[in-house]
Protein backbone atom coordinates (compact mmCIF):
# COMPACT_ATOMS: atom_id res chain seq x y z
CA UNK A 1 0.00 0.00 0.00
CA UNK A 2 1.03 3.37 -0.55
CA UNK A 3 1.73 6.49 1.27
CA UNK A 4 -1.70 7.65 -0.91
CA UNK A 5 -3.03 4.49 -0.44
CA UNK A 6 -2.29 4.83 4.01
CA UNK A 7 -3.12 8.43 3.99
CA UNK A 8 -6.82 7.70 2.49
CA UNK A 9 -7.20 4.90 5.13
CA UNK A 10 -5.88 6.82 7.76
CA UNK A 11 -8.76 9.79 7.04
CA UNK A 12 -11.43 7.32 6.68
CA UNK A 13 -10.84 5.87 9.81
CA UNK A 14 -10.58 9.74 11.19
CA UNK A 15 -14.00 10.29 9.81
CA UNK A 16 -15.23 6.91 10.98
CA UNK A 17 -13.97 8.19 14.88
CA UNK A 18 -14.88 11.74 14.65
CA UNK A 19 -18.85 11.21 13.20
CA UNK A 20 -19.19 7.93 15.06
CA UNK A 21 -21.17 10.66 17.95
CA UNK A 22 -17.99 8.90 20.59
CA UNK A 23 -16.36 12.66 19.80
CA UNK A 24 -19.17 14.75 19.98
CA UNK A 25 -20.25 13.18 23.61
CA UNK A 26 -16.59 13.37 24.80
CA UNK A 27 -16.87 17.47 24.00
CA UNK A 28 -19.90 17.92 25.73
CA UNK A 29 -18.57 16.35 28.48
CA UNK A 30 -15.26 18.57 28.74
CA UNK A 31 -17.70 21.80 28.53
CA UNK A 32 -19.82 20.49 30.78
CA UNK A 33 -16.28 19.10 33.13
CA UNK A 34 -15.25 22.64 32.77
CA UNK A 35 -18.07 24.52 33.69
CA UNK A 36 -18.42 22.43 36.72
CA UNK A 37 -14.68 22.86 37.37
CA UNK A 38 -15.83 26.52 37.79
CA UNK A 39 -18.26 25.97 39.89
CA UNK A 40 -16.14 24.20 41.99
CA UNK A 41 -13.95 26.59 42.30
CA UNK A 42 -16.24 29.29 43.14
CA UNK A 43 -17.53 27.20 45.68
CA UNK A 44 -13.84 26.69 47.08
CA UNK A 45 -12.78 30.59 47.31
CA UNK A 46 -16.10 32.02 47.91
CA UNK A 47 -17.45 30.04 50.47
CA UNK A 48 -15.36 27.44 51.90
CA UNK A 49 -11.92 29.27 52.27
CA UNK A 50 -13.76 31.89 53.55
CA UNK A 51 -14.91 29.98 56.17
CA UNK A 52 -11.67 28.75 57.14
CA UNK A 53 -10.22 31.77 57.05
CA UNK A 54 -13.03 33.32 59.69
CA UNK A 55 -12.23 29.98 62.02
CA UNK A 56 -8.58 30.73 61.89
CA UNK A 57 -9.61 34.06 62.81
CA UNK A 58 -11.46 33.19 65.50
CA UNK A 59 -8.77 30.87 67.01
CA UNK A 60 -6.37 33.89 67.27
CA UNK A 61 -5.13 33.81 63.76
CA UNK A 62 -5.02 37.26 61.04
CA UNK A 63 -8.02 39.57 60.24
CA UNK A 64 -10.94 37.29 58.35
CA UNK A 65 -11.32 40.19 56.25
CA UNK A 66 -8.33 39.26 54.54
CA UNK A 67 -9.82 36.08 52.22
CA UNK A 68 -7.18 33.54 51.58
CA UNK A 69 -4.60 36.07 52.40
CA UNK A 70 -5.35 35.57 55.78
CA UNK A 71 -3.74 32.01 55.47
CA UNK A 72 -0.50 32.81 54.87
CA UNK A 73 3.20 33.51 56.67
CA UNK A 74 5.50 35.98 56.45
CA UNK A 75 9.02 34.69 56.62
CA UNK A 76 11.94 36.90 58.31
CA UNK A 77 12.97 37.91 55.09
CA UNK A 78 9.49 39.74 54.37
CA UNK A 79 8.88 36.82 51.85
CA UNK A 80 4.64 35.92 52.16
CA UNK A 81 3.55 32.58 51.94
CA UNK A 82 0.41 32.12 51.16
CA UNK A 83 -0.31 28.37 52.17
CA UNK A 84 -4.26 29.08 52.15
CA UNK A 85 -4.07 29.18 48.15
CA UNK A 86 -2.70 26.11 48.26
CA UNK A 87 -4.92 24.46 50.96
CA UNK A 88 -8.00 26.07 48.52
CA UNK A 89 -6.54 23.74 45.46
CA UNK A 90 -6.31 21.07 47.27
CA UNK A 91 -10.03 21.43 48.21
CA UNK A 92 -10.69 22.39 44.96
CA UNK A 93 -9.05 18.99 43.47
CA UNK A 94 -11.05 16.59 46.37
CA UNK A 95 -14.12 17.84 45.25
CA UNK A 96 -14.03 17.46 41.54
CA UNK A 97 -12.03 13.82 42.34
CA UNK A 98 -15.28 13.28 44.99
CA UNK A 99 -17.85 13.76 42.11
CA UNK A 100 -16.03 12.00 39.24
CA UNK A 101 -15.30 9.29 41.15
CA UNK A 102 -18.96 9.10 42.65
CA UNK A 103 -20.02 9.63 38.53
CA UNK A 104 -17.59 6.86 37.48
CA UNK A 105 -18.67 4.78 39.95
CA UNK A 106 -22.54 4.84 38.98
CA UNK A 107 -22.18 5.20 34.96
CA UNK A 108 -19.77 1.83 35.45
CA UNK A 109 -22.04 0.34 37.43
CA UNK A 110 -24.83 0.89 34.36
CA UNK A 111 -22.92 -0.03 31.86
CA UNK A 112 -22.32 -3.34 33.87
CA UNK A 113 -25.60 -3.92 34.42
CA UNK A 114 -26.36 -3.31 30.70
CA UNK A 115 -23.88 -5.67 29.85
CA UNK A 116 -24.97 -8.40 32.31
CA UNK A 117 -28.75 -8.04 30.90
CA UNK A 118 -27.27 -8.16 27.24
CA UNK A 119 -24.92 -11.40 28.10
CA UNK A 120 -27.89 -13.14 30.15
CA UNK A 121 -29.27 -16.12 27.64
CA UNK A 122 -33.04 -15.06 26.47
CA UNK A 123 -35.11 -18.26 27.28
CA UNK A 124 -35.65 -20.98 24.85
CA UNK A 125 -38.65 -20.33 22.64
CA UNK A 126 -41.45 -22.99 23.40
CA UNK A 127 -41.84 -25.99 21.04
CA UNK A 128 -44.14 -24.90 18.49
CA UNK A 129 -47.69 -26.56 17.93
CA UNK A 130 -47.42 -29.65 16.59
CA UNK A 131 -49.59 -29.80 13.47
CA UNK A 132 -53.21 -31.67 12.67
CA UNK A 133 -51.34 -34.25 11.11
CA UNK A 134 -48.80 -35.31 14.28
CA UNK A 135 -51.32 -34.85 16.45
CA UNK A 136 -53.74 -37.07 14.44
CA UNK A 137 -50.51 -39.77 14.39
CA UNK A 138 -50.23 -38.86 18.38
CA UNK A 139 -53.69 -40.10 18.47
CA UNK A 140 -52.91 -43.63 16.53
CA UNK A 141 -50.12 -44.51 18.15
CA UNK A 142 -52.03 -44.27 21.71
CA UNK A 143 -54.45 -46.08 20.25
CA UNK A 144 -52.28 -48.78 19.25
CA UNK A 145 -50.81 -48.93 22.25
CA UNK A 146 -53.87 -49.88 23.92
Known sequence: ?????????????FKAFAFKGNIVDMAIGVIIGGAFGK?????????????VTAIVAMCGGKDAGEGLK??????????TIPYGNFIGGVIDFLIVALVV??????????????????????????????????????????????
Not at 45 to 50: A, S
Open 39 to 51: IVTSFVNDIVMPS
Open 70 to 79: ALSFTTAEGV
Open 101 to 146: FIVMKKFLGFMSNMRKKEEAPAAPPAPPEPSAEEKLLTEIRDLLKK
Open 1 to 13: MGIKGKAASLLEE
